[in-house]
Protein backbone atom coordinates (compact mmCIF):
# COMPACT_ATOMS: atom_id res chain seq x y z
CA UNK A 1 0.00 0.00 0.00
CA UNK A 2 2.81 2.32 -0.58
CA UNK A 3 0.71 4.88 -2.67
CA UNK A 4 -2.13 5.72 -0.83
CA UNK A 5 -1.38 4.37 2.79
CA UNK A 6 0.19 7.13 4.24
CA UNK A 7 -2.33 8.45 6.31
CA UNK A 8 -3.47 5.50 7.72
CA UNK A 9 -2.08 5.31 10.59
CA UNK A 10 -3.51 8.35 11.94
CA UNK A 11 -6.97 7.19 10.34
CA UNK A 12 -7.03 4.15 12.09
CA UNK A 13 -5.98 5.19 15.48
CA UNK A 14 -9.24 7.16 15.14
CA UNK A 15 -11.22 4.25 13.78
CA UNK A 16 -9.96 1.98 17.15
CA UNK A 17 -8.99 4.54 19.11
CA UNK A 18 -11.70 3.16 21.57
CA UNK A 19 -10.62 -0.63 20.98
CA UNK A 20 -7.52 -0.02 23.11
CA UNK A 21 -8.60 2.62 25.61
CA UNK A 22 -7.52 0.67 28.88
CA UNK A 23 -9.90 -0.11 32.01
CA UNK A 24 -9.43 -0.99 35.10
CA UNK A 25 -13.05 -2.73 35.60
CA UNK A 26 -14.92 -4.79 33.39
CA UNK A 27 -18.77 -4.14 32.62
CA UNK A 28 -21.32 -5.69 30.43
CA UNK A 29 -20.26 -8.52 27.85
CA UNK A 30 -17.88 -9.42 30.08
CA UNK A 31 -15.48 -12.78 28.98
CA UNK A 32 -12.75 -14.04 31.18
CA UNK A 33 -11.70 -16.71 28.91
CA UNK A 34 -10.55 -13.44 26.42
CA UNK A 35 -8.52 -12.50 29.55
CA UNK A 36 -5.15 -12.19 29.11
CA UNK A 37 -2.44 -12.96 31.61
CA UNK A 38 0.56 -10.34 32.40
CA UNK A 39 4.42 -11.18 31.05
CA UNK A 40 6.27 -12.34 34.02
CA UNK A 41 9.53 -10.21 33.20
CA UNK A 42 13.22 -11.63 34.22
CA UNK A 43 15.38 -9.06 35.83
CA UNK A 44 18.05 -7.56 32.97
CA UNK A 45 19.22 -5.07 34.98
CA UNK A 46 22.38 -5.78 33.96
CA UNK A 47 22.26 -5.48 30.31
CA UNK A 48 21.09 -2.44 28.13
CA UNK A 49 17.61 -1.65 27.31
CA UNK A 50 16.36 -1.74 23.71
CA UNK A 51 13.14 -0.36 22.70
CA UNK A 52 10.30 -1.46 20.06
CA UNK A 53 8.10 0.66 18.48
CA UNK A 54 5.22 -1.67 18.03
CA UNK A 55 3.17 0.64 15.56
CA UNK A 56 1.60 -1.13 12.41
CA UNK A 57 0.16 -0.59 9.60
CA UNK A 58 -3.14 -2.50 10.59
CA UNK A 59 -3.43 -1.72 14.64
CA UNK A 60 -0.31 -1.09 16.87
CA UNK A 61 1.09 -4.17 18.56
CA UNK A 62 1.99 -2.32 21.68
CA UNK A 63 0.53 -4.14 24.83
CA UNK A 64 -3.13 -2.75 25.70
CA UNK A 65 -2.84 -0.94 28.78
CA UNK A 66 -5.57 -3.44 30.40
CA UNK A 67 -5.42 -6.84 30.10
CA UNK A 68 -9.08 -7.62 30.84
CA UNK A 69 -11.56 -8.50 27.93
CA UNK A 70 -14.37 -6.11 27.79
CA UNK A 71 -16.73 -5.94 24.86
CA UNK A 72 -17.19 -2.32 24.69
CA UNK A 73 -14.24 -0.94 26.35
CA UNK A 74 -11.29 -3.09 25.92
CA UNK A 75 -12.16 -5.63 23.43
CA UNK A 76 -9.05 -6.56 21.94
CA UNK A 77 -6.79 -7.04 25.32
CA UNK A 78 -3.22 -7.94 24.09
CA UNK A 79 0.43 -8.56 24.69
CA UNK A 80 1.30 -11.80 22.75
CA UNK A 81 4.36 -9.04 20.81
CA UNK A 82 5.41 -8.31 24.50
CA UNK A 83 5.36 -12.03 25.46
CA UNK A 84 7.42 -13.24 22.26
CA UNK A 85 10.22 -10.32 23.20
CA UNK A 86 10.52 -11.61 26.62
CA UNK A 87 11.26 -15.16 25.51
CA UNK A 88 13.83 -13.75 23.37
CA UNK A 89 15.02 -11.84 26.05
CA UNK A 90 15.62 -14.93 28.24
CA UNK A 91 16.97 -16.73 25.98
CA UNK A 92 19.66 -14.20 24.63
CA UNK A 93 19.92 -11.25 26.45
CA UNK A 94 23.47 -12.57 28.05
CA UNK A 95 24.54 -13.49 24.60
CA UNK A 96 24.07 -9.60 23.33
CA UNK A 97 24.30 -7.85 26.34
CA UNK A 98 21.22 -6.06 25.28
CA UNK A 99 17.30 -7.30 26.08
CA UNK A 100 14.27 -5.42 24.51
CA UNK A 101 10.89 -3.72 25.96
CA UNK A 102 8.26 -2.71 24.09
CA UNK A 103 7.13 0.79 24.23
CA UNK A 104 4.02 1.45 25.95
CA UNK A 105 2.16 3.23 22.45
CA UNK A 106 3.72 3.83 19.43
CA UNK A 107 5.00 6.79 17.02
CA UNK A 108 2.86 5.42 14.58
CA UNK A 109 4.79 6.73 11.75
CA UNK A 110 4.55 10.57 12.98
CA UNK A 111 6.81 11.90 11.01
CA UNK A 112 6.29 15.44 13.33
CA UNK A 113 7.34 12.98 15.79
CA UNK A 114 9.70 10.39 13.94
CA UNK A 115 12.11 12.74 12.43
CA UNK A 116 13.52 14.96 14.88
CA UNK A 117 14.21 11.54 17.25
CA UNK A 118 16.06 9.73 13.93
CA UNK A 119 17.81 12.92 13.28
CA UNK A 120 19.04 12.95 16.20
CA UNK A 121 20.08 9.34 17.21
CA UNK A 122 16.77 8.93 19.91
CA UNK A 123 14.02 6.66 17.84
CA UNK A 124 13.33 2.83 19.42
CA UNK A 125 15.98 0.84 18.13
CA UNK A 126 13.46 -1.06 16.06
CA UNK A 127 10.84 1.43 14.68
CA UNK A 128 7.59 1.46 12.41
CA UNK A 129 8.14 2.74 9.76
CA UNK A 130 6.01 3.67 6.34
CA UNK A 131 8.21 3.43 3.36
CA UNK A 132 6.48 5.83 1.25
CA UNK A 133 8.37 8.76 2.10
CA UNK A 134 11.37 6.12 1.18
CA UNK A 135 12.48 8.08 -1.89
CA UNK A 136 13.29 10.96 0.35
CA UNK A 137 14.78 9.48 3.26
CA UNK A 138 16.85 6.69 1.72
CA UNK A 139 20.51 8.74 2.24
CA UNK A 140 19.87 10.04 5.34
CA UNK A 141 21.51 7.09 7.59
CA UNK A 142 18.56 6.69 9.47
CA UNK A 143 18.16 3.12 9.10
CA UNK A 144 20.33 -0.24 8.31
CA UNK A 145 20.24 -1.79 5.04
CA UNK A 146 18.76 -5.29 5.99
CA UNK A 147 19.86 -6.47 2.01
CA UNK A 148 22.72 -8.52 2.54
CA UNK A 149 21.32 -10.07 5.68
CA UNK A 150 18.16 -10.84 3.86
CA UNK A 151 20.15 -13.41 1.91
CA UNK A 152 21.04 -15.57 4.51
CA UNK A 153 18.76 -18.10 6.87
CA UNK A 154 16.16 -17.14 9.67
CA UNK A 155 17.70 -19.31 12.12
CA UNK A 156 14.15 -19.55 13.15
CA UNK A 157 12.93 -20.77 10.17
CA UNK A 158 11.89 -24.53 10.29
CA UNK A 159 14.17 -26.85 8.16
CA UNK A 160 11.97 -27.00 4.64
CA UNK A 161 9.89 -24.10 5.39
CA UNK A 162 9.98 -20.30 3.55
CA UNK A 163 12.94 -18.45 5.19
CA UNK A 164 14.72 -21.35 6.42
CA UNK A 165 17.08 -20.95 2.69
CA UNK A 166 17.28 -17.23 2.71
CA UNK A 167 15.10 -15.30 5.02
CA UNK A 168 13.95 -13.22 2.32
CA UNK A 169 12.09 -16.40 1.16
CA UNK A 170 9.67 -15.52 3.19
CA UNK A 171 8.04 -13.15 0.85
CA UNK A 172 6.76 -13.22 -2.98
CA UNK A 173 9.98 -12.37 -5.46
CA UNK A 174 8.01 -9.83 -6.78
CA UNK A 175 6.79 -7.70 -3.74
CA UNK A 176 10.16 -8.50 -1.75
CA UNK A 177 11.57 -5.83 -4.40
CA UNK A 178 9.28 -3.48 -3.82
CA UNK A 179 10.58 -3.53 -0.18
CA UNK A 180 13.58 -1.95 -1.89
CA UNK A 181 14.50 2.18 -1.95
CA UNK A 182 15.60 3.31 -5.90
CA UNK A 183 19.52 3.50 -4.63
CA UNK A 184 19.11 -0.03 -3.69
CA UNK A 185 18.75 -0.56 0.25
CA UNK A 186 16.31 -1.80 2.18
CA UNK A 187 15.01 -1.13 5.53
CA UNK A 188 12.27 -2.96 6.69
CA UNK A 189 11.13 -6.52 7.43
CA UNK A 190 7.48 -6.60 7.06
CA UNK A 191 5.51 -8.94 9.16
CA UNK A 192 1.73 -9.25 8.20
CA UNK A 193 0.09 -9.29 4.87
CA UNK A 194 -3.08 -6.49 4.68
CA UNK A 195 -6.19 -7.39 3.24
CA UNK A 196 -8.31 -5.16 2.01
CA UNK A 197 -11.41 -5.01 0.18
CA UNK A 198 -15.11 -3.16 0.65
CA UNK A 199 -17.30 -4.09 3.60
CA UNK A 200 -20.77 -4.29 2.28
CA UNK A 201 -24.41 -4.36 4.24
CA UNK A 202 -25.74 -7.61 2.82
CA UNK A 203 -29.43 -6.28 4.22
CA UNK A 204 -29.41 -3.67 2.09
CA UNK A 205 -28.09 -4.91 -1.13
CA UNK A 206 -30.87 -7.43 -0.84
CA UNK A 207 -33.66 -4.53 -0.33
CA UNK A 208 -31.98 -3.05 -3.36
CA UNK A 209 -32.44 -6.26 -5.22
CA UNK A 210 -28.55 -6.48 -5.81
CA UNK A 211 -28.15 -10.53 -6.24
CA UNK A 212 -24.43 -10.59 -5.77
CA UNK A 213 -21.06 -9.10 -5.21
CA UNK A 214 -19.57 -6.97 -8.17
CA UNK A 215 -17.12 -8.01 -9.78
CA UNK A 216 -15.75 -5.36 -11.76
CA UNK A 217 -16.52 -1.25 -11.43
CA UNK A 218 -19.48 -1.33 -14.00
CA UNK A 219 -20.76 -3.97 -11.59
CA UNK A 220 -19.55 -1.76 -8.86
CA UNK A 221 -21.16 1.48 -9.96
CA UNK A 222 -24.15 -0.37 -11.39
CA UNK A 223 -24.89 -1.44 -7.63
CA UNK A 224 -24.48 1.78 -6.70
CA UNK A 225 -26.95 3.25 -8.97
CA UNK A 226 -29.36 0.57 -7.62
CA UNK A 227 -29.12 1.52 -3.51
CA UNK A 228 -29.27 4.82 -4.66
CA UNK A 229 -32.74 3.93 -6.32
CA UNK A 230 -33.26 2.30 -3.33
CA UNK A 231 -32.64 4.96 -0.69
CA UNK A 232 -34.98 7.37 -3.05
CA UNK A 233 -38.34 4.82 -2.98
CA UNK A 234 -37.65 4.75 0.95
CA UNK A 235 -37.59 8.24 1.39
CA UNK A 236 -34.12 8.06 2.33
CA UNK A 237 -32.46 9.64 -0.42
CA UNK A 238 -31.69 12.94 0.80
CA UNK A 239 -27.90 14.05 0.49
CA UNK A 240 -28.57 16.21 3.10
CA UNK A 241 -29.46 14.54 6.12
CA UNK A 242 -26.72 12.37 7.40
CA UNK A 243 -28.98 10.48 9.74
CA UNK A 244 -31.48 9.10 7.43
CA UNK A 245 -28.98 9.06 3.88
CA UNK A 246 -28.51 5.88 2.90
CA UNK A 247 -25.12 6.17 1.06
CA UNK A 248 -23.90 3.57 -1.26
CA UNK A 249 -20.44 3.71 -0.63
CA UNK A 250 -17.98 5.58 1.10
CA UNK A 251 -14.40 5.32 2.44
CA UNK A 252 -12.14 5.59 5.48
CA UNK A 253 -9.45 6.18 3.27
CA UNK A 254 -9.51 6.09 -0.48
CA UNK A 255 -7.44 3.17 -1.11
CA UNK A 256 -9.17 1.71 -4.40
CA UNK A 257 -7.75 5.32 -6.10
CA UNK A 258 -4.51 3.55 -5.72
CA UNK A 259 -5.97 -0.14 -7.54
CA UNK A 260 -7.47 2.20 -10.35
CA UNK A 261 -4.36 4.24 -11.19
CA UNK A 262 -2.12 0.87 -11.60
CA UNK A 263 -4.70 -0.39 -13.64
CA UNK A 264 -4.49 2.98 -16.11
CA UNK A 265 -1.04 2.22 -16.11
CA UNK A 266 -0.66 -0.89 -16.77
CA UNK A 267 0.21 -1.11 -20.94
CA UNK A 268 2.66 1.43 -20.68
CA UNK A 269 3.84 -0.24 -17.58
CA UNK A 270 6.75 -1.97 -19.63
CA UNK A 271 7.92 1.68 -21.07
CA UNK A 272 8.42 3.01 -17.41
CA UNK A 273 9.39 0.30 -15.54
CA UNK A 274 12.97 0.08 -16.85
CA UNK A 275 15.78 1.01 -14.53
CA UNK A 276 14.97 -1.30 -12.14
CA UNK A 277 13.28 -3.83 -13.54
CA UNK A 278 10.96 -4.96 -10.77
CA UNK A 279 7.16 -5.00 -11.64
CA UNK A 280 6.77 -1.08 -10.14
CA UNK A 281 7.53 2.30 -11.26
CA UNK A 282 9.79 3.20 -8.66
CA UNK A 283 10.63 7.32 -8.30
CA UNK A 284 13.53 7.51 -10.40
CA UNK A 285 11.67 5.48 -13.09
CA UNK A 286 8.73 8.75 -13.04
CA UNK A 287 11.41 11.17 -12.83
CA UNK A 288 13.15 9.72 -15.95
CA UNK A 289 9.60 9.01 -17.77
CA UNK A 290 9.05 13.31 -17.09
CA UNK A 291 11.51 14.48 -18.50
CA UNK A 292 12.17 11.89 -20.83
CA UNK A 293 10.56 13.29 -24.58
CA UNK A 294 9.74 11.32 -27.73
CA UNK A 295 13.06 12.78 -29.88
CA UNK A 296 10.06 12.50 -33.41
CA UNK A 297 7.12 13.95 -31.89
CA UNK A 298 6.20 17.31 -33.35
CA UNK A 299 5.57 20.19 -31.66
CA UNK A 300 1.86 20.85 -29.98
CA UNK A 301 0.97 24.11 -28.73
CA UNK A 302 -2.08 22.82 -26.77
CA UNK A 303 -0.32 20.55 -24.85
CA UNK A 304 3.38 20.95 -24.05
CA UNK A 305 3.75 17.98 -22.20
CA UNK A 306 2.00 14.99 -24.42
CA UNK A 307 5.62 14.25 -25.68
CA UNK A 308 6.67 13.17 -22.33
CA UNK A 309 6.53 9.44 -21.53
CA UNK A 310 4.48 10.30 -18.35
CA UNK A 311 3.19 13.80 -17.08
CA UNK A 312 0.38 14.26 -14.49
CA UNK A 313 -1.73 16.23 -17.03
CA UNK A 314 -1.90 13.21 -19.71
CA UNK A 315 -5.50 12.43 -21.01
CA UNK A 316 -4.91 8.87 -18.51
CA UNK A 317 -4.42 10.76 -15.66
CA UNK A 318 -7.34 12.45 -16.57
CA UNK A 319 -9.33 9.36 -16.85
CA UNK A 320 -8.44 8.19 -13.82
CA UNK A 321 -9.76 11.14 -12.10
CA UNK A 322 -12.77 10.75 -14.02
CA UNK A 323 -13.23 7.40 -12.51
CA UNK A 324 -13.19 8.29 -9.11
CA UNK A 325 -15.25 11.41 -9.17
CA UNK A 326 -18.08 9.40 -10.92
CA UNK A 327 -17.50 6.77 -8.32
CA UNK A 328 -18.34 9.35 -5.59
CA UNK A 329 -21.35 10.63 -7.02
CA UNK A 330 -23.45 9.35 -4.48
CA UNK A 331 -21.53 11.27 -1.57
CA UNK A 332 -23.21 12.70 0.94
CA UNK A 333 -23.26 16.98 0.89
CA UNK A 334 -20.89 16.97 4.04
CA UNK A 335 -18.99 14.32 2.86
CA UNK A 336 -15.77 15.96 4.35
CA UNK A 337 -16.83 15.65 8.01
CA UNK A 338 -18.91 12.34 7.18
CA UNK A 339 -18.09 10.02 9.37
CA UNK A 340 -18.21 6.61 7.08
CA UNK A 341 -17.33 3.95 9.68
CA UNK A 342 -20.15 5.39 12.34
CA UNK A 343 -22.82 5.83 9.52
CA UNK A 344 -22.20 1.81 8.52
CA UNK A 345 -22.33 0.62 12.01
CA UNK A 346 -25.90 1.99 11.98
CA UNK A 347 -26.97 0.92 8.85
CA UNK A 348 -26.65 4.22 6.56
CA UNK A 349 -23.63 3.14 4.78
CA UNK A 350 -23.83 -0.13 2.56
CA UNK A 351 -20.09 0.09 0.99
CA UNK A 352 -17.32 1.04 2.68
CA UNK A 353 -13.55 0.76 1.73
CA UNK A 354 -11.18 -1.51 3.76
CA UNK A 355 -8.10 -3.04 4.80
CA UNK A 356 -7.87 -5.92 8.00
CA UNK A 357 -8.25 -3.56 11.42
CA UNK A 358 -11.38 -1.66 9.87
CA UNK A 359 -12.70 -5.40 8.71
CA UNK A 360 -12.63 -6.68 12.36
CA UNK A 361 -13.39 -4.08 14.22
CA UNK A 362 -16.34 -3.05 12.47
CA UNK A 363 -17.95 -6.71 11.63
CA UNK A 364 -17.61 -7.03 15.63
CA UNK A 365 -19.31 -3.48 16.17
CA UNK A 366 -21.87 -4.16 14.12
CA UNK A 367 -22.41 -7.89 16.21
CA UNK A 368 -25.20 -9.01 13.99
CA UNK A 369 -27.30 -6.20 13.71
CA UNK A 370 -27.72 -6.54 10.17
CA UNK A 371 -25.84 -9.10 7.67
CA UNK A 372 -22.52 -8.10 5.96
CA UNK A 373 -19.66 -9.39 3.87
CA UNK A 374 -16.62 -8.53 2.43
CA UNK A 375 -15.53 -8.90 -1.33
CA UNK A 376 -11.97 -7.67 -2.99
CA UNK A 377 -12.05 -4.62 -5.31
CA UNK A 378 -13.84 -4.76 -8.62
CA UNK A 379 -11.58 -4.75 -11.39
CA UNK A 380 -11.73 -2.38 -14.42
CA UNK A 381 -12.76 -3.01 -17.96
CA UNK A 382 -12.15 -1.73 -21.37
CA UNK A 383 -14.60 -0.32 -23.34
CA UNK A 384 -15.95 -3.30 -25.31
CA UNK A 385 -15.91 -3.06 -28.72
CA UNK A 386 -18.77 -4.80 -29.62
CA UNK A 387 -21.09 -2.42 -26.87
CA UNK A 388 -22.63 0.59 -26.43
CA UNK A 389 -20.36 3.48 -24.64
CA UNK A 390 -20.76 3.23 -21.00
CA UNK A 391 -19.33 6.09 -18.55
CA UNK A 392 -18.60 2.57 -16.80
CA UNK A 393 -15.89 1.09 -18.56
CA UNK A 394 -12.60 2.86 -19.64
CA UNK A 395 -11.15 3.51 -22.80
CA UNK A 396 -7.75 2.84 -21.68
CA UNK A 397 -5.94 -0.39 -20.19
CA UNK A 398 -6.53 -2.16 -23.53
CA UNK A 399 -4.29 -4.99 -22.30
CA UNK A 400 -6.99 -5.30 -19.17
CA UNK A 401 -4.47 -5.16 -16.54
CA UNK A 402 -5.60 -5.07 -12.87
CA UNK A 403 -3.86 -5.35 -9.53
CA UNK A 404 -3.81 -8.37 -7.12
CA UNK A 405 -6.47 -8.41 -5.30
CA UNK A 406 -7.60 -9.63 -1.63
CA UNK A 407 -4.41 -8.35 -0.29
CA UNK A 408 -2.68 -5.08 -0.91
CA UNK A 409 1.04 -7.03 -0.16
CA UNK A 410 2.99 -7.06 2.83
CA UNK A 411 2.36 -4.14 5.51
CA UNK A 412 4.20 -3.36 9.30
CA UNK A 413 7.64 -2.85 7.95
CA UNK A 414 10.08 -2.41 11.17
CA UNK A 415 13.11 -0.51 10.87
CA UNK A 416 16.29 -0.66 12.75
CA UNK A 417 17.41 2.78 13.53
CA UNK A 418 20.13 4.52 13.49
CA UNK A 419 20.08 4.90 17.73
CA UNK A 420 21.17 0.80 17.64
CA UNK A 421 23.77 2.26 14.88
CA UNK A 422 25.00 4.25 17.21
CA UNK A 423 25.60 2.01 20.43
CA UNK A 424 27.67 -0.20 17.77
CA UNK A 425 29.81 2.82 16.68
CA UNK A 426 30.39 3.56 20.66
CA UNK A 427 31.09 0.42 21.60
CA UNK A 428 32.81 -0.83 18.77
CA UNK A 429 31.29 -3.79 17.76
CA UNK A 430 28.49 -4.92 16.11
CA UNK A 431 26.17 -6.35 19.09
CA UNK A 432 23.75 -4.03 19.06
CA UNK A 433 22.45 -4.40 15.44
CA UNK A 434 22.67 -8.19 14.94
CA UNK A 435 20.40 -7.99 17.98
CA UNK A 436 18.26 -6.32 16.69
CA UNK A 437 18.12 -8.88 13.25
CA UNK A 438 18.02 -11.36 15.48
CA UNK A 439 15.01 -10.65 17.20
CA UNK A 440 13.11 -9.89 13.80
CA UNK A 441 14.11 -12.88 12.35
CA UNK A 442 12.77 -14.49 15.93
CA UNK A 443 9.00 -11.96 15.18
CA UNK A 444 9.15 -12.94 11.20
CA UNK A 445 9.54 -17.07 11.11
CA UNK A 446 6.18 -18.21 11.08
CA UNK A 447 5.71 -20.22 14.06
CA UNK A 448 6.28 -16.66 16.37
CA UNK A 449 4.65 -14.71 13.61
CA UNK A 450 1.52 -16.52 13.56
CA UNK A 451 1.05 -15.98 17.60
CA UNK A 452 2.10 -12.32 17.07
CA UNK A 453 -0.61 -11.54 14.01
CA UNK A 454 -3.72 -13.51 15.08
CA UNK A 455 -3.77 -13.57 18.38
CA UNK A 456 -4.19 -9.96 17.65
CA UNK A 457 -6.43 -10.92 14.41
CA UNK A 458 -6.62 -7.50 12.71
CA UNK A 459 -4.03 -8.90 9.51
CA UNK A 460 -2.44 -12.20 7.68
CA UNK A 461 0.38 -13.48 9.20
CA UNK A 462 3.29 -13.80 6.84
CA UNK A 463 2.32 -17.36 6.44
CA UNK A 464 -1.00 -16.54 5.09
CA UNK A 465 -2.56 -19.29 7.56
CA UNK A 466 -4.90 -16.79 9.45
CA UNK A 467 -7.52 -17.56 11.18
CA UNK A 468 -10.09 -14.73 10.93
CA UNK A 469 -13.41 -16.41 8.56
CA UNK A 470 -13.63 -12.98 6.53
CA UNK A 471 -10.10 -12.88 5.43
CA UNK A 472 -9.89 -16.18 4.46
CA UNK A 473 -11.30 -15.41 0.66
CA UNK A 474 -9.18 -12.10 0.33
CA UNK A 475 -6.23 -14.44 1.07
CA UNK A 476 -6.95 -17.23 -1.31
CA UNK A 477 -8.11 -14.82 -4.30
CA UNK A 478 -4.94 -12.87 -3.60
CA UNK A 479 -2.80 -16.46 -4.34
CA UNK A 480 -5.06 -17.15 -7.27
CA UNK A 481 -4.31 -13.90 -8.93
CA UNK A 482 -0.65 -13.77 -8.47
CA UNK A 483 -0.58 -16.90 -10.73
CA UNK A 484 -2.20 -14.68 -13.49
CA UNK A 485 0.42 -12.65 -15.78
CA UNK A 486 -2.32 -9.42 -16.37
CA UNK A 487 -2.63 -9.01 -12.24
CA UNK A 488 -0.17 -6.13 -11.24
CA UNK A 489 1.21 -5.88 -8.10
CA UNK A 490 -0.25 -3.16 -5.39
CA UNK A 491 0.96 0.48 -5.84
CA UNK A 492 3.28 -0.94 -9.25
CA UNK A 493 2.42 2.64 -10.77
CA UNK A 494 1.26 5.12 -8.35
CA UNK A 495 3.18 8.52 -8.29
CA UNK A 496 1.69 10.01 -5.20
CA UNK A 497 3.45 7.12 -3.20
CA UNK A 498 6.58 6.72 -5.20
CA UNK A 499 7.79 9.89 -4.98
CA UNK A 500 8.32 11.97 -1.74
CA UNK A 501 6.07 13.45 0.31
CA UNK A 502 5.43 16.75 -0.80
CA UNK A 503 3.54 15.10 -4.04
CA UNK A 504 1.44 12.59 -2.28
CA UNK A 505 0.26 15.47 -0.45
CA UNK A 506 -1.06 17.39 -3.96
CA UNK A 507 -2.17 13.99 -5.10
CA UNK A 508 -4.31 13.68 -1.89
CA UNK A 509 -5.51 17.57 -2.04
CA UNK A 510 -6.18 17.48 -5.89
CA UNK A 511 -8.59 14.47 -5.26
CA UNK A 512 -10.65 15.81 -2.46
CA UNK A 513 -11.06 19.23 -4.24
CA UNK A 514 -12.07 17.58 -7.60
CA UNK A 515 -15.48 16.21 -5.86
CA UNK A 516 -16.26 19.46 -5.30
CA UNK A 517 -14.94 21.41 -8.33
CA UNK A 518 -17.04 21.56 -11.47
CA UNK A 519 -14.12 22.72 -13.44
CA UNK A 520 -12.28 20.25 -16.53
CA UNK A 521 -10.26 17.79 -14.78
CA UNK A 522 -8.09 17.98 -17.60
CA UNK A 523 -7.16 21.55 -17.10
CA UNK A 524 -7.43 21.65 -13.40
CA UNK A 525 -4.09 18.92 -13.71
CA UNK A 526 -1.90 21.64 -14.27
CA UNK A 527 -1.63 21.94 -10.55
CA UNK A 528 -0.38 18.69 -11.03
CA UNK A 529 2.66 18.77 -12.95
CA UNK A 530 3.57 21.93 -11.34
CA UNK A 531 4.15 20.05 -7.63
CA UNK A 532 5.18 17.29 -9.74
CA UNK A 533 8.28 19.30 -11.18
CA UNK A 534 9.38 20.37 -7.97
CA UNK A 535 9.11 16.95 -6.67
CA UNK A 536 11.15 15.37 -9.66
CA UNK A 537 13.66 17.77 -9.55
CA UNK A 538 14.34 17.85 -5.61
CA UNK A 539 14.58 14.06 -6.13
CA UNK A 540 16.76 14.30 -9.02
CA UNK A 541 19.21 16.81 -7.04
CA UNK A 542 18.80 14.96 -3.98
CA UNK A 543 19.84 11.37 -5.25
CA UNK A 544 22.69 12.34 -7.62
CA UNK A 545 20.76 10.95 -10.91
CA UNK A 546 22.46 10.41 -14.32
CA UNK A 547 20.12 10.84 -16.78
CA UNK A 548 22.72 10.05 -19.37
CA UNK A 549 22.48 6.63 -17.85
CA UNK A 550 19.14 6.47 -18.30
CA UNK A 551 17.08 4.13 -21.15
CA UNK A 552 15.86 6.20 -23.77
CA UNK A 553 12.61 7.07 -25.10
CA UNK A 554 10.75 3.75 -26.18
CA UNK A 555 12.65 1.35 -24.40
CA UNK A 556 10.61 -1.48 -23.27
CA UNK A 557 11.32 -3.78 -20.25
CA UNK A 558 10.03 -6.86 -22.64
CA UNK A 559 13.08 -6.21 -25.72
Known amino acids: MKGLCRKLSVLLAIVLCFAFCGCTVAGSGKDKDKDVDAVDKGDYSQYTKLTIDGGGQNVAYNTTSSLIYDKYTNPYPYNTLERLVEEWNKAHAAEYGYYFDVASSSINNDRETMVPMLNGGTAPEIIYYLQTTIAEDQNKGWFYDLKNVMEQPNKYSKSGEDGSVRWRDLYTDEQYRSFFSPNGQMFTVALEQNPIGILYNKTLFE ?310 SSASIKESLGTLVSSFTSAANLLYQQNGWNMSAWPSWGTSNKN
Not at 222 to 244: F, P
Not at 349 to 359: F, Q, R, S
Request: aromatic share 14%; proline share 4%.
Open 207 to 516: AAGITKEPQTYKEFMEAQDKLNAYAVSVGRGDKNDDSKYICPYNVVYPWYDSFLETSIMGDVMEYMDVIEVDGFINAEEYVRAFMTRDPNAEPDASDKNKSRLYSPDHDRIAELYRLIKQMCKYYPTNWRSYYSTQQFTVGNLAMLEVTGGDIRELIDTVDGDFEVGVFAYPKLETQPQNEPQNDYYTTFNEGNYYVQRGLSGYSTGWAISNSAMNKDKAAGNDKCVNACIDLLMWLSCFENNEKMVNELGFAIPLSGNTTYEYFKPLAELFKSDCENEKALAWSAATAGGAMNKNYYDATYLFRQNTLD
